[in-house]
Each structure stands twice: as structure tokens, then as C-alpha cells.
């Protein structure tokens, strides 16, 4: 097929072969014989900058020619900016559907071409792109990409949710810890934020980022893909200097709740294939994130029947009771006469179930994300189910999480902070 | 994460301990948003607080001026005592809360208003779940 110089539109999912001309896309540019494919649900621009261009591909029709480029002009100064004041790491804010992964692609692309090493962070737990939903992932680009997706994540974190709401907390540490790895591992951090800009949450979470790129002594450039300057309440107090306003790409187009969780889903389905069990006996692992085994083990004293593990927790938190059904008023009141205490924390068996955790080495590092299939409590055992593509030899840690999820990466509900 | 970031869930815990017990909830809320409005960067001890803040006592220790919930096996009563005598009380700004099996009610020319417990299918359905309850 031979096209002339312009601007085309590629809707996924199509092969192409670039045969000849001088073709880019998202600031990549092709090479002769080079064949990409675009998923479905993808969609990429092309721009033929030689008078035309040889490309071969299986469907014609996902290939529509547009008036104008979709990368906004002013997007090319930002490189240059960059590499000018030598810039470490690039932060960027922007509402759902401004295009942020799209323009952290572009810039990837672009300080590869300058010989910049690249690393990006993807702090959107909801829409990941570097590892799975409810983590933070960083990757460090050697070469050019079309899509995040295409990389394997260099280092994760696992925030527990598909939101930082009610996970503040660890979404700083995680972005913290993976900045830190960005500025050690790369020349340019390039950070791809959530679309959370608004209410006290978005406020939050926005300052709090440029306050640790400030801590940590960072050259910070915070760029704002606005449409009608609907961001700046976040960069009121920030040196102009340090802050960089751009357009929004034309190709941004919205995504519904509902196609959001679709892409959700088809993400953890990817990542959970090919899953293998595995079980852990309570004494060879440690927990994170819950009260479940961080307490001294206790028998039961009593003749409650539903009662399946019993633990005494420091101090005022109580004691840790997992039954199989809830434990009634007057079951709490025995217990709470038995072991002298106030305060009873009471998860029951189904809590667990489908549980999303995240598996650690000794050093708190990632390993991978696994699924609680069940707990016997009798034996004192764990059974997960993890991609079997992943080394789980070393783990020692299980961080929970408050997401559920079935084995078939459906999403399958919440588990109550606080609750295990 | 499986920690709660902020005390706020316990004050529901709270309330909803109050409505199982049967006691009316106006007061109880009202006192809880006060209590909020007073010390809101300590939610902790407005839990602590509303934890204390119903207590069961005995005819005996009813006061003039207590407000008080009394409740019989299809009737609660709420109000603040005005006089107590021969060991009956008097109420003011009463309410009676009264379960009846079925009832029957004009409604014309009245304010109603309808529950909608489907609005999270409704509003946000990519969050609904099936409920499996406890």
C-alpha cells in the first residue's frame, strides 16, 4: 500500500510492515522490513514525513487519513527544555483522558533520539500500563516503544488498590521508592500521574509528589496537559520556571467507568495466566499491611465453635479472632470476659478468599502478585496462586491488599481496610 | 492495605451498633457532626466519645432535664424529662418511634420520599459486586 506524506490514524488491532519512507509514530520512528502491531483497543497515529511511503498490512481499512498532526506543536519544545536545563525528572499532571500515558510515550521516544535514557513511572494504579492494576511500575527504556505495555516493568510496587484513595500512605512510599530507583537508573524520570487533580484527595496526592521531588533534591519539570486551565490550582505556589503548560493531544478521547474496568480486567488476565498454586506454612512467611499473624497465637478457651484462629494483639488493639461466620454479641462478650480485653477484631475465613496480595523477598522487594485460594488454619497453611512465570523461592513476605479477584482476573470485589 | 488510613469507618460502626440496638439515631448523629465539628483532626476520640454516649441506667437514676430513650416492645419513646413523679415520668419534645405491622396512610397533599437501594448499580455499576454477606 503506498501512502502519501500526512497524518493517518491506526485503530488496533492490525499488523503493519513499514517497507519503505520515512514513518513515525508517538515520536518512534520505523525502520525498512520493521513490523509492529497495534492491539485492539489501541489506537496510534502515523506521521509519513517523506513525500510518501511503502507499508503493508492485513486491513486497509483500520487505516484512516487525518486534516492534521495529533501531537500538538508545542509538545516538541519540551526535549529540548529538558535536556537544556538538565532536567531529572518530569512530572505529569493532567484530568482523566488528557493523554498522559500518550505523551509520556512521545517523550520516552524523543529523549531516546537525544541519546537521553529514559525511565517512566506509572503511578496510574487504575489504568497501569508498567505492571499490573494496583501497582506503582517503573520501567528504564533503551529503545524506542509504541506502547508502555510493551515493556516489562524494571521494578514494581504494590499499592493494594486500584486507587490511592484510603492507600495514601503507600502510594507516596512506593512513589518514593521507585523515583528513588528512576534517578539512580536512568538520566530522566518521566512520572505519569493518575487523573485525580480535583477535591481534597487529588489536591493531596498532586502536592505531595512535587514535595518529594523537591525533598529529594530533584531538577523537576511539572508539565500541565490542560484544556482550559482547569489544573493550575496545583502549581499556584510552584516557580513558574519549573512549570511547563501544554495542549492536550488532539487523539485523547474519553473512556467510560465501564471500559476502564474491561481494560482493568484484560490486564490482570494477561498477568495472571499461566498460574501455578503454591503454599506457605504460617511459621516461613511473614505478613504486611494486615493484623493476621502479627500477634501472639492463642487457644481457644472457649467453646465457641466458629472460632478458627485466635491471636492477642498488643496494647489496646485486642485480640484477632477469625471464625467462620461472624462472632454474635454475646460470643463477643465471652471472649472479651476470657482474655480480658476490650477491643476484638473479628475477619471471618471468607475474608481472605480471593484476597489480592503481593509476594515479597526478606528486603521488602517485589516479587510478583498472587490470589489467596484459602487458608486452613488448622495446619497453619497459605494456599496462593501466582504466574508461574515468576521465581517464588525466595518469598518471605505476603503484603495484603483490599482488592478480590478470582482466579479467572475477574474483579470480584473489596476487602474492608482493617478488616484482616 | 489493609489498614484504615483514617478513624471515619469507626464512627459508622458506631452508628450502626446504635441501630441495631433499636435507639432512634437523630440525636446520636447529630451529636457524632457536633462532636466532628468540635475536634476534626481527631475523629479517634469523637469515636471514643459517641462510644460513651448512650448508656443504659435504671428508673432510678432518671433526672429532670435528661434526655432519655425508653423502649418498650413495639413503642420507643424519646425526649428530655420534664417532670418525674411517683415513678412516672413526664416527656418533652417527644418522639415515638412505633413498629406496626402494616398501616394505612393518606397520602395526599404529603412530602414523600423514596429509598433507592440500587443507587451504586445505578450510579458507579463497575464497582457493584455480588454481595455475599456475612
Given at each position: 500500500m503506498l501512502i502519501k506524506k500526512g497524518v493517518y490514524f491506526i485503530s488496533g488491532p492490525l499488523n503493519i510492515k513499514f517497507i519503505s519512507g520515512e514513518v513515525e509514530s508517538i515520536g518512534r520512528k520505523f525502520i525498512p522490513n520493521e513490523e509492529v502491531f497495534v492491539p485492539e483497543g489501541k489506537r496510534i497515529p502515523l506521521e509519513v514525513n517523506s513525500q510518501e511511503a511503502v507499508i503493508e498490512t492485513d486491513d486497509t481499512g483500520k487505516i484512516t487519513e487525518l486534516p492534521s498532526r495529533t501531537i500538538p506543536d508545542d509538545w516538541d519544545r519540551v526535549v529540548e527544555y529538558i535536556i537544556s536545563k538538565r532536567i531529572n525528572s518530569v512530572i505529569i499532571f493532567g484530568e482523566v483522558d488528557t493523554g498522559k500515558t500518550f505523551f509520556s510515550t512521545y517523550l520516552t521516544?524523543?529523549?531516546?533520539?537525544?541519546?537521553?535514557?529514559?525511565?517512566?513511572?506509572?503511578?496510574?494504579?487504575?489504568?497501569?500500563?508498567?505492571?499490573?492494576?494496583?501497582?506503582?511500575?517503573?520501567?528504564?527504556?533503551?529503545?524506542?516503544?509504541?506502547?508502555?505495555?510493551?515493556?516489562?516493568?524494571?521494578?514494581?510496587?504494590?499499592?493494594?488498590?486500584?486507587?490511592?484513595?484510603?492507600?495514601?500512605?503507600?502510594?507516596?512510599?512506593?512513589?518514593?521508592?521507585?523515583?528513588?530507583?528512576?534517578?539512580?537508573?536512568?538520566?530522566?524520570?518521566?512520572?505519569?500521574?493518575?487523573?485525580?487533580?480535583?477535591?481534597?484527595?487529588?489536591?493531596?496526592?498532586?502536592?505531595?509528589?512535587?514535595?518529594?521531588?523537591?525533598?529529594?533534591?530533584?531538577?523537576?519539570?511539572?508539565?500541565?496537559?490542560?484544556?482550559?486551565?482547569?489544573?493550575?490550582?496545583?502549581?499556584?505556589?510552584?516557580?513558574?520556571?519549573?512549570?511547563?503548560?501544554?495542549?492536550?493531544?488532539?487523539?485523547?478521547?474519553?473512556?467510560?467507568?465501564?471500559?476502564?474496568?474491561?481494560?482493568?480486567?484484560?490486564?490482570?488476565?494477561?498477568?495472571?495466566?499461566?498460574?501455578?498454586?503454591?503454599?506457605?506454612?504460617?511459621?516461613?512467611?511473614?505478613?504486611?499491611?494486615?493484623?493476621?499473624?502479627?500477634?501472639?497465637?492463642?487457644?481457644?478457651?472457649?467453646?465457641?465453635?466458629?472460632?478458627?484462629?485466635?491471636?492477642?494483639?498488643?496494647?489496646?488493639?485486642?485480640?484477632?479472632?477469625?471464625?467462620?461466620?461472624?462472632?454474635?454479641?454475646?460470643?463477643?462478650?465471652?471472649?472479651?470476659?476470657?482474655?480480658?480485653?476490650?477491643?476484638?477484631?473479628?475477619?471471618?475465613?471468607?475474608?481472605?478468599?480471593?484476597?489480592?496480595?503481593?509476594?515479597?523477598?526478606?528486603?521488602?522487594?517485589?516479587?510478583?502478585?498472587?490470589?489467596?485460594?484459602?487458608i486452613d488454619f488448622v495446619n497453619s497453611k497459605i494456599y496462593l496462586t501466582y504466574p508461574k512465570r515468576y521465581d517464588v523461592r525466595d518469598v518471605k513476605i505476603i503484603q495484603f491488599g483490599s482488592l478480590k479477584l478470582t482466579p479467572e482476573a475477574k474483579e470480584n470485589g473489596f476487602v474492608e481496610p482493617g478488616i484482616l | 492495605m489493609t489498614y484504615k488510613e483514617s478513624d471515619f469507618p469507626q464512627l459508622l460502626e458506631i452508628l450502626n451498633g446504635y441501630r441495631t440496638k433499636g435507639l432512634p439515631l437523630d440525636e446520636i448523629v447529630k451529636q457524632t457532626y457536633e462532636l466532628y465539628k468540635r475536634v476534626p483532626i481527631y475523629i479517634g476520640i469523637v469515636g471514643m466519645c459517641m462510644e460513651h454516649f448512650v448508656n443504659e441506667i435504671t428508673p432510678n437514676e432518671i433526672k429532670n432535664g435528661d434526655t432519655i430513650v425508653i423502649m418498650d416492645k413495639n413503642v420507643v419513646y424519646k425526649g428530655k424529662v420534664q417532670l418525674k413523679k411517683n415513678g412516672k415520668i413526664k416527656l418533652k419534645n417527644l418522639m415515638v418511634i412505633q413498629k406496626k405491622t402494616t398501616q394505612d396512610v393518606n397520602i395526599k397533599n404529603k412530602k414523600i420520599y423514596k429509598f433507592n437501594y440500587e443507587v451504586l448499580e445505578k450510579l458507579w455499576p463497575s464497582l457493584s459486586f455480588k454481595h455475599k454477606g456475612k
Open positions: 521516544n524523543k529523549l531516546l533520539s537525544f541519546n537521553v535514557k529514559p525511565s517512566v513511572l506509572d503511578c496510574d494504579t487504575g489504568q497501569s500500563d508498567i505492571g499490573p492494576p494496583s501497582t506503582l511500575g517503573i520501567a528504564v527504556f533503551d529503545k524506542p516503544i509504541l506502547f508502555m505495555t510493551e515493556i516489562e516493568p524494571t521494578k514494581l510496587y504494590f499499592v493494594g488498590s486500584h486507587s490511592p484513595a484510603e492507600h495514601f500512605l503507600h502510594y507516596l512510599c512506593g512513589f518514593t521508592k521507585l523515583l528513588n530507583f528512576g534517578l539512580k537508573n536512568s538520566n530522566v524520570v518521566i512520572i505519569d500521574t493518575p487523573g485525580w487533580v480535583l477535591g481534597d484527595g487529588g489536591r493531596m496526592l498532586r502536592n505531595s509528589e512535587i514535595e518529594i521531588l523537591s525533598a529529594l533534591g530533584t531538577n523537576y519539570l511539572v508539565i500541565l496537559l490542560e484544556r482550559n486551565k482547569e489544573i493550575e490550582h496545583l502549581v499556584r505556589s510552584i516557580p513558574q520556571e519549573r512549570i511547563m503548560r501544554l495542549t492536550v493531544s488532539k487523539k485523547a478521547s474519553p473512556t467510560s467507568t465501564d471500559e476502564r474496568k474491561k481494560l482493568r480486567e484484560f490486564v490482570y488476565k494477561k498477568y495472571f495466566s499461566e498460574l501455578e498454586d503454591v503454599e506457605f506454612s504460617f511459621q516461613e512467611i511473614f505478613t504486611d499491611r494486615s493484623y493476621f499473624l502479627t500477634g501472639e497465637k492463642i487457644e481457644n478457651k472457649t467453646k465457641i465453635k466458629s472460632i478458627k484462629w485466635l491471636e492477642r494483639l498488643p496494647g489496646f488493639e485486642g485480640l484477632y479472632v477469625v471464625s467462620s461466620k461472624q462472632i454474635t454479641d454475646g460470643e463477643k462478650q465471652i471472649l472479651q470476659k476470657v482474655y480480658n480485653v476490650k477491643k476484638i477484631r473479628n475477619p471471618v475465613v471468607e475474608d481472605f478468599k480471593n484476597v489480592i496480595v503481593a509476594l515479597l523477598d526478606g528486603n521488602h522487594e517485589f516479587i510478583c502478585l498472587a490470589i489467596i485460594k484459602d | -
